[in-house]
């Protein structure tokens, strides 16, 4: 945290101290030691020290009500003397330090160590006239000898080049990602009352005296002291690690903390610590400081709790709470490794283990090969003075090998990920959605359910009544105020306005002849607006009883679906209103209002038939129906408030009233499009059965006649549960593939369905689920789907904690844009795939086979590395950023176990592979011929470039740049033009590389081995470049089927590489894919033995055993490091424990010894508050069948 920062408030703190800091009535450190009271002695030392809250205000000069005046001169002295609301954040990566980590790679580290060895020997010459074997032939020349230096410091060079590069994408990225952090953080606002005005402030300009509103589903964004509240509880696990909910009220317990969860009530309180002087930034800076920051707050960490420091949920800092809270929770490598950053990674690993065998073996080759001919062949004796001369030929051929060894490496892969998801996370910021977790974007691109809430995604969230029943009439519109019994109506008005939220308003329209503004809790709105339609006004009302006269309010929570407030009546007694859910609060009235506002009893048949001839009508419209009640209670004796069951009985009903929220116009035409893509959209609501049908049907989620599911909660739990009570995976597999609407549904239904679908094992591919949520009970559900969303709007903090991807505008066509954005970047790294391994494939070959025949690599060192270059760096910067087409939508998802490289591709690249490696031979062995010109084979040691080799390198490159155009398309798509203009980058990339190329080619001269070409030379190079395009057009000619082998090709890349056993050495590996390609040279050399145990086992058995190949191993290999448990509840969820996946090691000993299939599953129930979680050990549905002959196989060799 910078120890710089702290000592500053330190040293503060102490010149404040003695003017009681600069005329406030108290200090920052007094304030500090107060906050770090709980409960009564909280209470007490207010009451001793400040005479009450009240007093605590006086002195922070702010009013309990009003707030603070907001005049700037005194906000900013608060920040100077109180410090500002934002924990400063961890420095970034200075471009050194990036510099330094791009050079820590394995391969260049080789590199740099021969070049600098070959550096060195260049400038011995041996003594007198001796000739050294066929070393110094032809190097006559004192001019040429001398030049022996350049290759040394040419390699030197483009590593400085490559290091630069790589450097300076991480740089760009992290920036990236540091400018979203900050976005997320102004995404964050609070209220705060201001001169009498409460309004939204970014939670960063806080400042000590504020007074906070707070309610339901708030994280709390800095320390306070509560002055009045209704029905507070709190959730303080973050902070203390007990989850259960805490009360709090302002004469027991009024002490709130930053970085905690309000589950339940609404309230006000005065901030009294910010940024890090809050208890959340205490913790923090003890995280980030310096030992002697320890020391100097040892006594402050014993008071919390030891488990507070690692669980923190962070106050957003000011670069990246998200960051921050990713390295704290060490244990859960959840979100940040994806499935398609895991499979390349893999297949990185495994490119490189091929790479190193093949240099390996070069270098073998050109060392015997020279040692043969010289000593053997021609019998020369090993002079001492000629050693160093021998030594910079085995120099050479190591630097060819390392250069064999470079090309083959694909470090472009991890890079192409990070550029298309970095690029994609940017643009989707303009199409509303807010990514939180990087991977969560490509994950989309696999979903194959959507669970929508209705309200505000499917709907436009503007809530209108248009229906109401009173006083036994049942109006279809909005009455005339004259026609309603006076006592209903001003029961009625009474009742809506002082049972809701005082923070729900209706302004007026901000243009004119707009619809006017609803803040606040959208039903709430919708009745507040039929009291103005009434001709009434719901302020007066409000003025008259304000919110610290209420005697007790029951707020809305998931499980009372309903609201009440009791108000003292001036006789002294009480009334209490109440509103909810019209089936769940009809159920508590007995009797009604009837045409003259007098009570008549109410009796259930009176009920049966009022749902049948107002209710059902009402919602088969798509209305949502809210009913009113009323009760009143005698003074003496007082009832018990705490008693529920007996208070929210016995009401007489008012009203009831249906209100609409219309379908968005747009929603229809996009549910469509998802059905087409192969994605099912379900609707989970807590809206009644008929309305929520009502709407499915004009969203288009349900059509009339076909064979689909609509149930309420009731109906679901009865179907998925046993006798016991506990949820069977069996039953919701009955029940969810034909499920559209699930209506009534509480969180933790939501929740169940998600984790049934997510554990399903009936299809053949695992679900990917994506879901909305916006309250603080959908936190459990966000955090299980595979991708959370939460509402920006509508939302509350929690659940944009618990969220993958944040909706700015709560529509659900931002989510459709979201699944394509997905496919998109799935698609942009299967184009850099197969432009990388075309280059791969042919470069390794060439290198080898010319080093082989002509004992000199035809591609030099530092030609490879400018290769290297163009198509590592930037062709994942051409490919990776091209812009999604609507035709991505009108696919089917690939699913999780889809091999990366498709049999098109496959096809593809050999096909481009076979065309370059013909030309490149042809050049190398009859060039000269057809050219004319001298041979540039068999030269000796430091002779000049020849032409020769310069056109071949030169038709190289350009076959690579006509290539990656048709590396655009990868479903075996015939104009590989379509859309090249709307990607710049693409262009810009392609004509920069020609640029260069020509400048390397006509004055690279000795660095680059280049001897300048004519024109008509050129012409030929760049014709030989072109015939890619029109090969390409006969690639495209094949059909596939003709190509059986190739589908075995292109599932083979993925998986059987790798034996079951090491599933396990390989999840370690891809957590730690960066550290990976650094570990790389013991895993390449342990993976040589392994490489060569599978080619075996895969030869034997590829043909008897294709079938097998393809059913049960396929799914493993992937599936096995991709099913992590991914889904750790957080903290905000602390009453749902978590039996965890099988550890690591009992995992490998089930492989090594079970021959027979794991049942697949063996759930782990865990049953706790009703909400019953399983967790397959198995995960994945036969992930390792281990009776697979091919597995037995292997285990046995």
Not at 1156 to 1183: F, M, W
Request: proline share 5%; glycine share 8%.
């Amino acid at each position: 945290m910078g120890d710089m920062s702290n000592s500053d408030f330190y040293a503060k703190n102490q010149r404040n101290e003695g003017g009681h800091a600069a005329g406030f009535g108290c200090s920052l450190m007094e304030l500090r030691t107060l906050m770090e009271l709980r409960g009564s002695e909280a209470v007490v030392k207010i009451q001793d020290d400040y005479s009450g809250v009240e007093g605590l205000c006086k002195r922070l000069k702010t009013s309990p009500t009003e707030g603070l005046g907001g005049a700037l001169p005194d906000l900013d002295k608060r920040k100077e003397i109180f410090g500002k609301n934002l924990i400063p954040p961890k420095k970034p990566k200075t471009f050194l330090q990036l510099v330094w980590e791009a050079l820590q790679d394995v391969t260049l580290i080789i590199l740099e160590i021969a070049a600098l060895i070959s550096l060195g020997l260049s400038f011995y010459h041996p003594p007198g006239e001796t000739t050294c074997g066929s070393a110094a032939a032809g190097a006559e020349d004192e001019g040429e000898a001398e030049a022996g230096w350049i290759e040394g410091a040419a390699i030197l060079l483009s590593v400085v080049c490559v290091v630069l590069v790589t450097a300076f994408n991480d740089w760009s990225k992290e920036k990236q990602f540091r400018g979203l952090q900050s976005r997320i953080e102004q995404e964050q606002k609070f209220q705060v009352a201001r001169a009498g005005q409460v309004i939204q402030l970014p939670v960063s300009d806080i400042v000590v005296g504020d007074i906070a509103q707070i309610k339901y589903g708030d994280l709390l964004p800095a320390d306070g002291i509560l002055i009045q509240g209704n029905d507070l509880k709190i959730d303080e696990s973050s902070l203390t690690g007990e989850s259960d909910h805490v009360k709090k009220s302002a004469d027991k317990d009024p002490m709130l903390l930053s970085g905690t969860h309000v589950m339940e009530g609404s309230g006000r309180m005065v901030v009294t610590a910010v940024g890090v002087n809050s208890q959340t930034g205490i913790i923090f800076t003890l995280l980030g400081a310096g030992v002697e920051e320890e020391e100097k707050k040892e006594k402050k960490v014993k008071k919390q709790d030891g488990a507070a420091a690692m669980e923190m949920q962070p106050l957003k800092s000011a670069e990246g709470g998200e960051e921050e809270k990713e390295r704290e929770k060490v244990s859960a490598p959840k979100k940040e490794k994806s499935v398609l950053q895991g499979k390349l990674t893999k297949l990185a690993v495994q490119i490189g283990k091929a790479g190193l065998l093949m240099s390996a073996i070069t270098v073998i080759i050109l060392v015997l090969y020279f040692a043969i001919d010289n000593f053997v062949m021609q019998k020369r004796p090993w002079l001492t003075e000629c050693t160093p001369i021998y030594i910079q030929y085995f120099v050479k051929f190591f630097i060819i090998g390392v250069t064999v060894l470079v090309v083959a490496v694909p470090e472009g892969l991890p890079l192409a990920v990070t550029i298309s998801l970095a690029y994609s996370v940017k643009k989707m910021m303009k199409d509303n959605n807010l990514v939180r977790h990087l991977d969560a974007c490509e994950t989309m691109g696999n979903a194959t359910a959507i669970c929508s809430d209705k309200t505000g995604t499917l709907t436009t969230n503007r809530m209108t009544a248009v229906q109401v029943y009173v006083g036994d009439m049942h109006y279809k519109e909005i009455p005339d105020p004259g026609v309603l019994p006076p006592k209903s109506l001003e029961l009625l008005v009474n009742a809506i306005s002082i049972n809701s939220a005082y923070t729900t308003k209706i302004l007026p329209p901000d243009k004119e002849g707009g619809l006017p503004k609803q803040v606040g809790n959208k039903t709430e709105c919708g009745l507040l607006g039929l009291v103005l339609d009434l001709k009434r006004d719901y302020q007066p009302i409000r003025n008259q009883i304000p919110e610290e006269k209420l005697y007790k309010v029951y707020t809305f929570n998931s499980v009372r679906k309903s609201m009440s407030t009791v108000i003292k009546l001036p006789d002294g007694s009480f009334r209490m209103y109440s509103k909810g859910a019209s089936e769940i609060v009809l159920k508590k009235c007995n009797h009604i209002l009837n045409e003259v506002g007098e009570a008549r009893v109410f009796r259930p048949r009176d009920k049966d038939e009022m749902v049948k001839k107002v209710i059902e009508p009402m919602a088969s419209d798509g209305l949502r129906t809210i009913c009113v009640a009323y009760r009143d209670f005698p003074s003496n004796p007082e009832p018990n408030w705490d008693d529920e069951n007996n208070i929210l009985n016995d009401l007489i009903a008012i009203c009831v009233v249906g209100i609409e929220d219309p379908v968005r116009p747009e929603v229809p035409d996009l549910i469509q499009k998802c059905q087409r893509a192969g994605i099912t959209v379900r609707m989970v609501t807590g809206d009644n059965i008929n309305t929520a049908r009502a709407i499915a049907i004009k969203c288009g989620i349900i059509h009339p006649g076909e064979d689909f599911l609509c149930i309420d909660g009731k109906e679901f739990n009865r179907r998925i549960r046993n006798e016991k009570g506990e949820v069977e995976q069996e039953r919701i597999d009955k029940v969810w593939p034909k499920l559209r609407v699930l209506a009534r549904s509480s969180p933790t239904d939501k929740h169940t369905l998600v984790k049934g679908i997510i554990d399903s094992t009936m299809a053949d591919q695992r679900q990917v689920v994506a879901v909305t949520g916006d309250g603080t009970n959908d936190g459990p559900a966000l955090k299980k789907a595979d991708v959370g969303f939460a509402m920006g709007i509508a939302g509350t903090d929690v659940a944009k904690e618990a969220s993958d991807i944040i909706l700015t505008d709560d529509n659900f066509s931002s989510i459709v844009k979201a699944v394509m954005w997905g496919r998109n970047v799935y698609d942009s790294i299967s184009k850099f795939l197969q432009f990388q391994l075309t280059v791969n494939v042919v470069a390794v070959i060439v290198a080898f086979t010319g080093a082989c025949i002509t004992q000199d690599s035809p591609l030099k060192a530092v030609q490879m590395l400018w290769v290297n270059l163009i198509m590592d760096t930037f062709a994942s910067l051409a490919l990776a950023t091209e812009p999604p087409t609507e035709s991505l939508l009108k696919r089917k998802p690939y699913g999780r176990n889809k091999p990366l490289i498709s049999s098109t591709m496959t096809k593809n690249i050999l096909g481009h592979g076979v065309y370059q490696l013909i030309i490149i031979f042809s050049l190398l062995f009859v060039g000269e011929q057809i050219f004319d010109i001298d041979s540039g084979r068999n030269a000796p040691l430091h002779s000049p470039p020849s032409e020769h080799y310069t056109i071949i390198f030169n038709t190289f490159v350009m076959m690579q740049l006509f290539n990656e155009i048709n590396a655009r398309k990868i479903h075996g798509e015939r104009n590989v033009f379509d859309g090249i203009f709307r990607n710049p980058i693409f262009c810009s990339i392609v004509f920069g590389t020609f640029a260069v190329q020509i400048v390397i080619v006509q004055f690279g001269g000795k660095p680059f081995s280049c001897q300048p070409l004519d024109l008509e030379k050129w012409m030929w190079c760049v014709f030989l470049g072109l015939g890619e395009l029109v090969w390409g057009q006969v690639i495209a000619t094949i059909p596939n089927s003709k190509l059986r082998f190739l589908r075995r090709a292109g599932a083979l890349t993925q998986k059987d590489e790798m034996p079951e056993e090491d599933v396990n050495e390989e999840n370690e590996e891809i957590d730690h894919a960066e550290r990976e390609l650094r570990r790389g040279q013991i895993l390449w050399f342990r993976g040589l033995n392994r490489i060569q145990t599978q080619i075996r086992v895969v030869n034997a058995f590829r043909s008897s055993l294709y079938e097998g190949l393809e059913k049960p191993d396929s799914r493993s290999s992937i599936h096995n490091f991709m099913t992590h448990p991914e889904f750790r509840i957080d903290d905000s969820t602390p009453n749902i424990p978590l039996i965890d996946d099988t550890d690591e090691e009992s995992a490998r000993r089930r492989r090594k010894f079970s021959n027979q299939p794991s049942s697949p599953n063996k759930n782990n129930n865990a049953i706790d508050s009703g909400i019953n979680l399983t967790i397959d050990t198995s995960k994945s549905a036969a992930s390792s069948s281990p009776a697979s002959p091919l597995h037995s196989l292997e285990t046995s060799l």
